[in-house]
């Protein structure tokens, strides 16, 4: 028995260390394994409705995809070293398998990702200098945190016990306070964009687009946040208890989550927004006399350009197709 688990067999019973090394891997199996079904069902989903999409940004989520089947069999072989592999080994549970860092490894990287995609987006859309300066303050952010969890994992992989993983503090805490503080500026910036994008749109289907748009950014960034916070929460309160371990390990299936369905959501905002377009002015023709029916609504909505707001975010949400000059995901 090593050292440092003498150390920690005292306060806890046999029992409870089993329950806490074991339990939040269990925890986080399942929850992986029902991320993945969601992940697959949305990468079938985007390539099946957005076919011209930019050919840059189709190799970016099918890297995404395989690297998402590959945490995914990590994780899988992570929990089964620990319920299987050496159940009854009691001394075997403060040992770390190498898929444990990579996990890590692959969390930096993906978030980074993801976050480099946000940080594009608003910088193709924030045209003033204070957002642009926020978009390289959140890059800087991002690269660090990536390459906090890069040393996390590099370090543990040479030591490999639990005992080492609570002694990273530094590194640990960077890696998650640098992706929970990437996540609430990247989401902070997309709401003032939108904001004042709604401010100087006119036309009613720009503002449904534009609130939609927003409410969708607020879903998705807000979950990778909080949960990076809760992560950072648990080791910080508890780090020679394995409770970090279930939110840690499916934190960076969260960030493909956010990214396709923030790419999935775009004709589901498209055709509602035209729906309820079309809604109104029905409304609008049945209160008309027959003479007056027609021409004057119809020819205004035909020969009415959009503003810029409302070109920027038309431009957003369709990354490529027929009559699209510049795009923020190109």
């Known amino acids: 028995m090593s050292r440092n688990s003498t150390a920690i067999l005292p306060a806890l019973p046999p029992s409870n260390v089993i329950a806490a090394a074991a339990g939040p891997l269990f925890v986080a199996l399942a929850v992986t394994w029902l991320f993945m079904g969601i992940i697959t069902m949305q990468f079938y989903s985007y390539y099946q409705n957005y076919p011209n999409d930019k050919t840059l940004l189709k ?11 590959f945490h995914w069999i990590l994780v899988t072989m992570d929990a089964w070293y620990y319920l ?66 890069g040393t996390a994992s590099g370090l543990t992989l ?19 306070i640098g992706s929970f503080a990437a996540d609430t500026l990247i989401a902070l ?34 979950m990778t946040s909080i949960i990076a916070a809760i992560t950072l929460a648990l080791f910080v309160k508890f780090p020679h208890v394995n409770y970090y371990g279930a939110p840690a390990n499916f934190l960076e299936k969260l960030y493909t989550i956010s990214l396709l369905a923030n790419l999935n959501s775009r004709n589901a905002i498209r055709n509602e927004s035209q729906l309820n377009e079309s809604y109104q002015l029905s409304i609008h023709i049945a209160q008309q006399s027959p003479m007056t029916t027609m021409d004057e609504p119809i020819e205004r909505r035909n020969n009415q350009k959009a503003t810029e707001p409302e070109w920027a975010w038309d431009q957003s949400l369709q990354t490529s197709g027929e009559g699209s000059q510049a795009t923020p995901y190109a």
């Open 59 to 69: 190799y970016f989520v099918s890297a995404l995809f395989i690297v998402e089947v």
């Open 84 to 149: 299987v592999e050496i159940w009854g080994n009691f001394e075997g549970f403060f040992d770390l398998p190498w898929v444990a860092p990579v996990i890590v490894l692959l969390t930096g990287i993906v978030s980074f990702s993801v976050q480099i995609f946000y940080v594009y987006r608003i910088w193709m859309l924030g045209h003033t200098k204070i957002i642009r300066t926020v978009a390289i303050t959140i890059s800087l952010i991002s690269l660090t945190q990536c390459i906090s969890a």
């Open 158 to 176: 040479k030591g490999g016990t639990e005992a080492d993983v609570a002694n990273l503090h530094i590194e640990f805490q960077l890696w998650l």
């Open 189 to 222: 910036c997309m709401i003032w964009i939108l904001i004042n994008a709604r401010r100087q749109v006119a036309f009613t289907r720009t503002e449904n687009i534009l609130n939609k748009i927003m409410l969708n950014v607020i879903k998705t960034g807000t």
